[in-house]
């Protein structure tokens, strides 16, 4: 490699860095999940590196003392950007022991360059190994574009520091100082440059990634109660009733309704009504197989999918949901809080002419006669017929 002018590869390293640290600004989330942590990293490497410029001009306790302990702030700042993004708590003493050692350990070998080369190479390292631990443990992250670009960009900027702290302990490389220009040291602030862009870049897709998930989740998911939304619920009816009507085997649906829902939004505010659907999501979730289904039809109501169950099957879960919700009040703020839910039980072997939305309106049917005869109880309809008998009496 032809030796670079070492002035023109730092002020292009700062530059890379002050502008990636106005990507993010760019890019801004309103979480709180690391980017403005990064950016602020991004700084203080770009006051390094314009601090680098300044060599032999400026003092040395700025140029090669403060720059250096900037650049171990940058790496401190990364760990916490990750720290912040995995919703853990910033690990300060981390975070500042390295910075303080970076200091203090320059300030003694401010005169001695092959010394801070190898200080360099043992103390970034440690700090850069911090941030992939904090990255990869103790639960590895979803594999996503951002979290291989950050740990193969972070991970080559160890290998380079650490080669170049081996060489200075091995008198095997030049020590003409940081401005005098080489091969190694024309790779090294190329591979600097590099990394700072590859690693941003690295934690925006980490960012978009986990956007693109969240989003493919509340695509499916309703956002209060976590359970399917409406639109998956129409998306698994359409899939499991065409699979039924094949097969021919049994397929039955349960409408739910949160009795009296409005008293208790009336009487207790809207946070505990939002309590209260997100318990009976709950103990339903917990009582279902894991072939079944159930979603938040609408307001109050929930919906259960019961892939091949017979009508029978479907009444006695039903009936047991029942008893489920009404001997599990709801705890809100200090309060107990009665519920009690309706049930509408539509439960078939589908025939050929048989659609999803016939096992809505039948199951439909079948709550409001639950509800019409005093509510807290579960009535079920044959598809056929579609006329509501009653399975259960209220308690």
């Known amino acids: 490699m032809l030796p670079l002018d070492v002035p023109t590869m730092l002020l292009m390293t700062a530059a890379s860095s002050l502008t990636m640290a106005g990507s993010f600004a760019a890019v801004r989330s309103q979480r709180r999940e690391g980017s403005q942590l990064w950016a602020l990293g991004l700084l203080l490497h770009t006051a390094t590196y314009m601090l680098y410029v300044l060599r032999g001009t400026a003092p040395d306790w700025a140029s090669i003392v403060l720059s250096n302990t900037l650049l171990s702030g940058t790496f401190a700042l990364a760990l916490a ?9 910033l690990p300060w003493q981390r975070m500042l022991l390295p910075v303080l050692a970076m200091g203090a350990l320059f300030a003694v070998f401010v005169d001695d ?17 911090m941030v992939l631990w904090a990255l990869w443990r103790p639960q590895p992250p979803a594999r996503g574009r951002g979290v291989l670009l950050l740990t193969l960009s972070l991970g080559l900027e ?17 020590l003409d100082g940081l401005m005098r220009g080489g091969p190694l040291q024309s790779f090294t602030f190329m591979a600097v440059f590099v990394v700072v862009i590859l690693a941003s870049l690295g934690f925006i897709l980490m960012t978009k990634d986990r956007a693109d998930a969240d989003n493919r989740y509340f695509a499916t998911h309703d956002e209060l109660t976590g359970v399917a939304n409406r639109r998956a619920l129409v998306q698994a009816l359409d ?4 699979h039924a009507v094949r097969s021919g085997e049994p397929y039955a649906l349960l409408m739910l309704d949160v009795d009296h829902f409005k008293s208790v939004n009336d009487g207790h505010g809207h946070r505990a009504g ?3 659907l997100c318990h009976v999501a709950a103990i339903l979730r917990a009582r279902l197989r894991a072939q079944d289904l159930v979603g938040r039809y609408g307001g109050e109501e929930f919906m259960v999918l019961l892939p091949g169950t017979p009508a029978r099957g479907a ?11 009404e001997q599990t009040p709801c705890e809100y703020g200090g309060r ?9 039980v539509c ?25 019409a005869a005093g509510r807290n109880r579960v009535e079920c309809v044959a598809l056929a017929q579609e006329s509501p008998r009653s399975r259960a009496a209220p308690a």
């Open 81 to 89: 950007a990750v720290c912040q993004f995995q919703g853990r708590a």
């Open 113 to 129: 360059y092959r010394a801070r080369i190898m200080v360099t190479g043992v103390v970034l390292p440690l700090q850069i190994g």
């Open 158 to 174: 160890v290998v380079l520091l650490g080669v170049r702290g081996v060489l200075a302990a091995a008198h095997a490389m030049p």
């Open 239 to 242: 899939r499991d009733v065409a």
């Open 274 to 276: 939002d309590q209260v």
């Open 315 to 325: 009444a006695g879960l039903a009936k047991t949901l029942r008893e489920a919700v």
């Open 336 to 344: 107990v809080i009665p519920v009690t839910v309706s049930i509408g």
């Open 347 to 371: 439960g078939a072997r589908l025939g050929s002419g048989d659609t999803w939305d016939r096992l809505i309106h039948a199951a439909d049917q079948a709550l409001y006669a639950a509800k």
